[in-house]
């Protein structure tokens, strides 16, 4: 059994000679991370305990910029100065490896391969995955929850995205450490988008509420690191090998980018992709080229094949 983000990748095979792959990581470097606004100044609102206007000054104040962590300062309508600890999601780096395997009832296992980049800036804890079928279940382990994203939030709203978040991460998942997390499906595999997002989900300190402006300043969905990994479809062209086939065809340029196959292979697997080469020898030449390092474990899953290599 063996079986994800991502964003436009580079081949590292364009760096030793097109030999060889390697999976692009979503996310930022902390370089790339752009800074927040150090100092927010408040309309006039009025406090719930007092006839008169209060005019306070917000301030947001970089506690750990590179780990995305912030203090959200103000002065309260009761005079009082107010303070709470905010993580960016954003500051998090990860590469996502997928493959296809058997899960129970003999239906497709997707295992996906979270490694939490050394330059993360915080420890991971969200992966959120796009499914493309009705049939998904996600493989639940030690009773954690597994959450679904509304399709009411506009990052979501295509197909069905579903959440393996902290409460089965923990804060395990620090920079340079990886996890695994699976789901099963009757689907075979297509390219599907998925999201990662690192540190703590709620804020903390004193639990008076935020001035509007302060909260119009913090990150949404939008923020969280996105990219591409594999995931199940209901797509009618990939109900057959010759259909798995020609999708990929149709797909080579992406999967170039996305770090799953040395460009120098393209015009040989058109080739073949395009004359809809038998299967057992295209498998043949696919696993040749897994155990060489030239194709990713996506590229298996993508032409149905179950892996039989860790991704």
Same mark, same amino acid.
């Given at each position: 059994?063996?079986?994800?983000?991502?964003?436009?990748?580079?081949?590292?095979?364009?760096?030793?000679?097109?030999?060889?792959?390697?999976?692009?990581?979503?996310?930022?470097?902390?370089?790339?991370?752009?800074?927040?606004?150090?100092?927010?100044?408040?309309?006039?609102?009025?406090?719930?305990?007092?006839?008169?206007?209060?005019?306070?000054?917000?301030?947001?104040?970089?506690?750990?910029?590179? !780990?995305? #962590?912030?203090?959200?300062?103000?002065? *309260? +309508?009761?005079?009082?100065?107010?303070? %709470?600890?905010?993580?960016? $999601?954003?500051?998090?780096?990860?590469?996502?490896?997928?493959?296809?395997?058997?899960?129970?009832?003999?239906?497709?296992?997707?295992?996906?391969?979270?490694?939490?980049?050394?330059?993360?800036?915080?420890?991971?804890?969200?992966?959120?995955?796009?499914?493309?079928?009705?049939?998904?279940?996600?493989?639940?382990?030690?009773?954690?929850?597994?959450?679904?994203?509304?399709?009411?939030?506009?990052?979501?709203?295509?197909?069905?995205?579903?959440?393996?978040?902290?409460?089965?991460?923990?804060?395990?998942?620090?920079?340079?450490?990886?996890?695994?997390?699976?789901?099963?499906?009757?689907?075979? !595999?297509? #390219?599907?988008?998925?999201?990662?997002? *690192? +540190?703590?989900?709620?804020?903390?300190? %004193?639990?008076?509420?935020? $001035?509007?402006?302060?909260?119009?300043?913090?990150?949404?969905?939008?923020?969280?690191?996105?990219?591409?990994?594999?995931?199940?479809?209901?797509?009618?062209?990939?109900?057959?090998?010759?259909?798995?086939?020609?999708?990929?065809?149709?797909?080579?340029?992406?999967?170039?980018?996305?770090?799953?196959?040395?460009?120098?292979?393209?015009?040989?697997?058109?080739?073949?992709?395009?004359?809809?080469?038998?299967?057992?020898?295209?498998?043949?030449?696919?696993?040749?080229?897994?155990?060489?390092?030239?194709?990713?474990?996506?590229?298996?899953?993508?032409?149905?094949?179950?892996?039989?290599?860790?991704?």
């Amino acid at each position: 059994m063996i079986l994800v983000v991502v964003t436009s990748a580079t081949v590292a095979a364009t760096r030793q000679h097109d030999t060889a792959v390697d999976r692009t990581p979503i996310g930022s470097t902390g370089a790339d991370i752009p800074s927040m606004a150090t100092e927010v100044t408040l309309e006039s609102w009025r406090s719930h305990d007092s006839d008169q206007d209060a005019v306070p000054l917000g301030r947001i104040r970089a506690v750990n910029e590179s !780990a995305g #962590i912030y203090a959200l300062e103000w002065k *309260g +309508g009761d005079g009082h100065d107010k303070s %709470i600890t905010y993580h960016r $999601p954003d500051t998090v780096r990860a590469t996502i490896a997928a493959a296809l395997g058997v899960g129970t009832d003999k239906k497709y296992r997707f295992q996906y391969t979270i490694r939490n980049d050394e330059e993360s800036g915080q420890y991971l804890s969200g992966f959120v995955v796009q499914t493309l079928s009705q049939s998904v279940a996600p493989v639940v382990l030690n009773n954690a929850y597994v959450g679904k994203m509304s399709a009411h939030i506009a990052e979501f709203s295509v197909g069905s995205w579903y959440r393996f978040g902290n409460n089965i991460f923990l804060e395990d998942v620090v920079p340079g450490a990886a996890t695994v997390v699976e789901i099963d499906s009757d689907s075979p !595999a297509a #390219i599907v988008q998925c999201k990662i997002h *690192g +540190g703590p989900m709620k804020m903390t300190g %004193i639990g008076a509420e935020m $001035p509007p402006e302060l909260v119009n300043h913090l990150l949404g969905y939008e923020s969280w690191p996105s990219g591409y990994t594999i995931g199940p479809s209901n797509d009618i062209r990939l109900a057959t090998y010759q259909g798995r086939a020609t999708y990929l065809l149709s797909e080579l340029d992406r999967v170039i980018e996305l770090g799953w196959m040395a460009r120098y292979l393209q015009p040989d697997y058109k080739g073949f992709l395009s004359r809809l080469d038998d299967e057992e020898s295209v498998e043949k030449r696919i696993r040749m080229d897994l155990k060489a390092g030239r194709i990713t474990s996506e590229i298996v899953a993508i032409l149905g094949f179950v892996s039989n290599e860790q991704p």
